[in-house]
């Protein structure tokens, strides 16, 4: 069944591995007929995975036309920055079988009033999202609607995503951040007109709450994307024009195998018409689940058992079975100049590396599942397992400053190993030296920070608000006049920022 194929510790291990699976106490509520529920195996071959193609296309890149909004440095009172937090949000739009991320991205923006000491306006305003033409309907696009009651036990009108918000809306201020958010934005990247657009771009806008004036307009992109390529091992081809979503037979794969693997029954709930959130049994921090406390969480689980069939892969080629980071692929999700002398592993390590760091953290939580899976992985960016240090999932990351020390220029290409301590410490959650302007609202989401020039969909889609308020595309306050009328002399906001 698995030709060509390599799985860490050989023949004997992967045996021994399903051995110690079957043999462990499943819940007895699972435990039943899983047998007879798994129909056959649809994992067909897998010898394309040792090539980065795997049977998929190759995208070029083209320029969709994007309008820089105007901004007169002479008469603006205002700035408005938006930014989406991730800088790839994926969605598995499998829903009828099974869910793991749901149409959900957070979009942010910070309005400042310019002056000799600007301010950020927290009050007074109402700062509004709208989504491009063509993406007003993700209903039209995904199924997600259809279960969202059994997937989150929400009855959510059609286009109403899990935050309670549609594409189109006004933003909640979050006192803490100095920000304005839109949370769980359910945005899909499937235009009306069939095409694959992981890059939809939202018109942000701030009004006076009394008058009812406009103060600023801006524009970001909220990328969004279903290119997650599971279909690459597990059969099935891509469901949406050719390079993106998921087949029916990919999504009953998947449960095939965990239910041959770990003795549930998701296949025959689903044919019930009860598809399942992977993560309402798999503690998963990003969704907030806390799952079943024996079992692993879902990062751990998916990247731990994973690791074992793809060890020894050159640069991210073991990333893009799963992530749409391939650079022929449609979406192409690291999109900033670090893209063009790093990959996925310089921060998150290689496969075997960002597994073991999951896992030795489940281990240390004493979950019993971990160890198994650990057994046959060998750690690749350090020498020794002792010396991987655990995190985890979403909360301990790699971090900017390990490679740009006080905020000089970068001086290594090495992240790996160094965590962010807790949520507080994300450079998606950080503010400059002040609390003032978000990290983010200076340099863009994280794998499209500033300049971010790499978009298949055109140069300038990451870019928007460096071009319009600067006329380049370095990260904002390159000028710091776009918000001082005024040349500051020092550096308030962070050591570098004027390249001192
Ligand atoms: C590199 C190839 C590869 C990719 C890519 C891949 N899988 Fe798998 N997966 C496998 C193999 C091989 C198995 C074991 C199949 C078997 O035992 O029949 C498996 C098993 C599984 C299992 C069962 C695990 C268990 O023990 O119960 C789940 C669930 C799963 N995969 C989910 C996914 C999801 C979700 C994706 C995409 C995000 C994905 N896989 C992508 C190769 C892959
Ligand atoms: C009904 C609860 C339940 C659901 C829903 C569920 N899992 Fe699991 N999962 C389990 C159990 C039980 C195991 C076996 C754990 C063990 O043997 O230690 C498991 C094991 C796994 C493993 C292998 C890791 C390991 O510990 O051997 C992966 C990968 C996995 N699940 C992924 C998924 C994905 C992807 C989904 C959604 C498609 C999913 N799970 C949904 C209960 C569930
Ligand atoms: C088998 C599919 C698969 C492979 C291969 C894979 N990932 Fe993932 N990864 C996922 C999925 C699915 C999620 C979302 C999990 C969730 O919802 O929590 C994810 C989440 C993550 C996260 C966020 C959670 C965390 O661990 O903090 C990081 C970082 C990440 N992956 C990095 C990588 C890197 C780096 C590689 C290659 C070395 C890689 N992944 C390979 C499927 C995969
Ligand atoms: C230059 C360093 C760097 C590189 C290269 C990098 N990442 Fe990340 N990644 C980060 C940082 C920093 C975070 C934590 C950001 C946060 O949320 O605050 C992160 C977070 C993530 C997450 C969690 C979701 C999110 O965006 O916060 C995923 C998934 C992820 N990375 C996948 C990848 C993949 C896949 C690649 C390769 C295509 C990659 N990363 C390359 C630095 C990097
Ligand atoms: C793995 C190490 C590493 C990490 C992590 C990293 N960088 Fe860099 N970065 C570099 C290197 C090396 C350079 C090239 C030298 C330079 O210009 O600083 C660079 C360049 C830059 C530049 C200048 C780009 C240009 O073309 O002039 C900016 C801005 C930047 N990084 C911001 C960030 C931000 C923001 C983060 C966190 C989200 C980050 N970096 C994370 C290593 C890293
Ligand atoms: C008010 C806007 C602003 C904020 C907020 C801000 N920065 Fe910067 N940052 C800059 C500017 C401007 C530069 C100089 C970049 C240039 O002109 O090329 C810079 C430079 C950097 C560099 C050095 C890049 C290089 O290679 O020289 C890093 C790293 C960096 N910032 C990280 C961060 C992090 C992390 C945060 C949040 C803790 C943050 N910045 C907040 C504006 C900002
Ligand atoms: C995006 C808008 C923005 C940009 C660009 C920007 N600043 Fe600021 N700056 C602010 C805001 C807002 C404050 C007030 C912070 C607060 O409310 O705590 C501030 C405050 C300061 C202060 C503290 C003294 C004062 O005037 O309040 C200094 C110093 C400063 N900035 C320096 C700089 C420098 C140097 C640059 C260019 C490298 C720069 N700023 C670019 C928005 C900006």
Redesign the pocket.
Known sequence: ??RG?K?AGGLAA?LAL?AT?LSAPLQPALASDHAAAAPE?Q?TS?TE?DSLE?GNPIVEPRTLPVTIPPFDKETAEYVLLAWNNLGMHCI?D?DPY?I?LPPANDIFAQLVRRGDSPEIVTEGVEISYQVEAGFEHPENHVRFWEFADKLFGADLPPGIGVGGLGVNGVMKLEEDHRAFVAPFVPVVPYPDDGSYNPYPIFTITAKDKETGEVLAMTKTVAPTATE???????GGGWRVAGVAGFTDA?SL??????????G?NLVEKAQNGEPML?QSCHADPVLGTKGDPELLSFPA??HG??AN??TDREGMQ?CV??HPSRPEGPTQCFRSHHSMFMDCTNCHGTMEDHALSLLKKEHEAGKKGAARLMANLKPRKVATLEEINPRTAWINEPDCLNCHEDFQMGMTVDAFNTWTEGPEGLYRNRHDQMEAMMCEACHGSTHAVYPATFNKLGEKRDSIQPLQYQGNDRPIGNDCTVCHTVQPEFEGHHPNSLRM
Not at 253 to 262: E, F, G
Request: with cysteine; charged share 10%; proline share 0%.
């Open positions: 069944m698995m194929y799985f992967i399903s699976l195996q994992i897998l995975m795997m598995s499998s099974w793991l997650m390529g599971c279909k690459n091992c597990h990919t794969d998947v449960l095939a195998a965990h239910d041959k693997n770990s549930t992977c689980a998916l058992w994973h069939f793809l073991a079975a799963c």
